[in-house]
């Protein structure tokens, strides 16, 4: 039976989504630089499902700087700016739980589809948002 399994797999495509490169690049900033040239393609993630809680958007101009998200957020992913009343989310922190999302009453806060948030500096600038 099991032998009966494992030929079958000779012959079945793989259920895995083989992202962001059909086979291992031998660097993959290399690989990176070359997609940024048009000379190697990416291959694209599977979509992310409905209610999918990705990296954080902010519309700092709706934000009126009640600091509800700084109160919430069980991570301390956000900061307050005193000087302009506005926040900064450390994303390396996030848990992604968006609750500061539900709290935002003026709905500043988002989440979104974004996942690919690898780096290797937690302070990089794009996991801070402001
Ligand atoms: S999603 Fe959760 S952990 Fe991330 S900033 Fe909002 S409250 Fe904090
Ligand atoms: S809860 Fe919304 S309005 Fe209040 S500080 Fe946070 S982002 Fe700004």
Redo the contacts with the bound molecule.
Sequence with gaps: MILKALFAQLFTRPVTNRFPAKYMPRSVTGFLAKVAEGKAKLTPPVPVPPGFRGK?VYDREKCIGCQLCLR????Q??MFKPEDKKIR?HIAR???????VDVCPVDALAVSDDFLLADYDRFSPSLIVE
């Design positions: 954080l919430v957020c069980p991570a992913v956000i989310m996030c848990t992604f739980c968006a609750q500061c």
